[in-house]
């Protein structure tokens, strides 16, 4: 039997849409660990793209069974739309998408925090998607959030009234943004009685018997590793953990129920949102690599930095999550290129540097130290037999995997479904 967590390990936007829906028929379950409607997973199916924010990326699969675990947040009207667009697109996900009862809801409140926050924040702003993601897992930490199972809690209305207020004092008197109408909370709330509450589960017992029966999880991450809450570039990150170890905690299952545990990222680096980057590009390489690889972002259509593809970052991740795997997407972006570049170890104060350093001024202060190799002829895009591959790409593919310590075990050349190739056998 085999269990796979899949997961992001740049910052995000790394493909995982695209490889959750390459892996999903080998499954019986995909289930979301984390993360809310920050995430954009991109699917593409005959060059058609669908774009999922909440729902799994196996639900374009009918006999794959999606869950949302315990461990997301979800937004009423963002999660509806994407529901309804799967069925105006002819996906019915009656009896195919369940959502965990524990599950806490991200309110008109906390997005309106979000927002005002950031832009009180001005240059030193984090960048966020304004989803409302900080507040909604403050307010879980904080034991005043609301569950999917709140919805029938019997003094939903009082907690309710008493978050508002609190939030509209922060709001008018420290922020001095506008306050929030109950009107919107209580659209909201119908909302979600009328539409989400009917596909709420016990998603821990279902993955449970589900794992008792021998069916296969696919547990897909958001976000990457390098926005964790702890082992990415804090304060320049997201709220939620992201590392593999958090599917457990973010679904209610064993520690022990994956045996396999790949990390995606991309042949080059991009990041959406502030924080340190020390591969970032700003010539015109950056630029090709922004234009030919679409660089905007899925959720708030924002142009993605981006830069070389940093394997200090890479190694920091193959350790933290504890990768059996390495999945590489957009090798086809650096085609074209004459020389690629790898980042093998940072340079800060004179100093060579092997690890991710904890101080984000220390990452922003480092300087990429690079090892070159040299570009193809040719076009990658689409290629599906590694005996294809031009032999210097298949060199750099070597060098990842020896310089991060995992095997790179299958590779995305192009957007589509089928643009893939398998270089191992334990996923399917
Ligand atoms: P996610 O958040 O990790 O699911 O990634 P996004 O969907 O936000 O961004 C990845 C983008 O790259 C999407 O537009 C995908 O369609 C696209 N994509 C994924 N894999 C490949 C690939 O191998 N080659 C190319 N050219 N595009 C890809
Ligand atoms: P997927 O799943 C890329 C970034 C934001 C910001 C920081 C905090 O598509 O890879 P938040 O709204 O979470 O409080 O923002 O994290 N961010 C992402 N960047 N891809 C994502 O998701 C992201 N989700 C959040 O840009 O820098
Ligand atoms: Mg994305």
């Known amino acids: 039997m085999t269990n796979i967590v899949a997961v992001g390990i740049q910052w995000g936007d790394e493909g995982k849409g695209k490889i959750v829906d390459v892996i999903a028929p080998h499954m019986n379950i995909v289930a979301r660990f984390q993360g809310g409607p920050n995430a954009g997973h991109t699917l593409v199916v005959g060059g058609k793209k669908i774009v999922l924010h909440h729902i799994p990326s196996g639900i374009l699969h009918a006999g794959v069974k999606c869950f949302i675990g315990n461990g997301t947040i979800l937004e009423a009207q963002g999660i509806v739309e994407e529901m309804d667009s799967l069925t105006q697109a002819g ?7 369940f959502i965990s009862e524990r599950t806490h809801l991200i309110m008109p409140y906390h997005i309106a925090l979000d927002k005002a926050r950031e832009q009180s924040k001005g240059k030193a702003k984090i960048g966020t998607t304004g989803c409302g993601i900080g507040p909604t897992y403050e307010d879980k930490a904080a034991r005043r959030g609301i569950r999917l199972a709140d919805l029938s809690a019997k003094n939903i209305e009082e907690r309710l009234t008493n978050n508002l207020e609190y939030y509209n004092f922060m709001l008018r008197e420290y922020y001095k943004a506008p306050e929030v109408d109950m009107a919107d909370v209580q659209a909201s709330l119908a909302l979600l009685r009328d539409r989400v509450l009917p596909f709420s589960a016990n998603v821990s017992a279902l993955l449970h018997a589900a794992e008792q029966q021998g069916q296969r999880l696919l547990y897909e991450g958001a976000q990457g590793l390098m926005l964790d809450t702890d082992h990415g570039t804090y304060p ?25 545990i790949v990390g995606i990222a991309k042949a080059y680096c991009t990041r959406v949102g502030s924080g340190p980057f020390p591969t970032e590009l700003f010539d015109e390489t950056g630029t090709f690599l922004a234009e030919k690889g679409h660089e905007f972002g899925a959720t708030t259509g924002r142009a ?11 190694r920091h991740a193959v350790q933290v999550n504890g990768l059996t795997g390495l999945i590489i997407t957009k090798l086809d972006v650096l085609d074209g290129l004459k020389e690629i ?37 040719g076009s990658t895009y689409g290629l599906t037999s590694p005996d294809d591959l031009p032999k210097e790409a298949q060199a750099l593919l070597d060098a990842i995997s020896q310089i991060c310590d995992c095997p790179v075990v299958m590779l995305s050349t192009g957007p589509d479904r089928d643009h893939v190739m398998w270089l191992s056998d334990t996923l399917k």
């Open 236 to 260: 320049f990150v997201t709220s939620s953990n992201t590392v593999a170890g958090s599917a457990m905690a973010g679904l209610g299952v064993g520690a022990l129920s994956a045996t396999e």
């Open 341 to 377: 570049k790898l980042c093998t170890s940072y340079e800060l104060n004179g100093e060579t540097l092997n690890h991710v350093p904890a101080l984000a001024q220390d990452m922003n202060d480092s300087k990429a130290i690079y090892q070159s190799f040299a570009g193809w002829e």
């Open 304 to 314: 993605r930095r981006t830069g070389w593809f940093d394997a200090v970052a890479v």
């Open 91 to 97: 996906f019915d996900i009656e009896g195919q998408l």
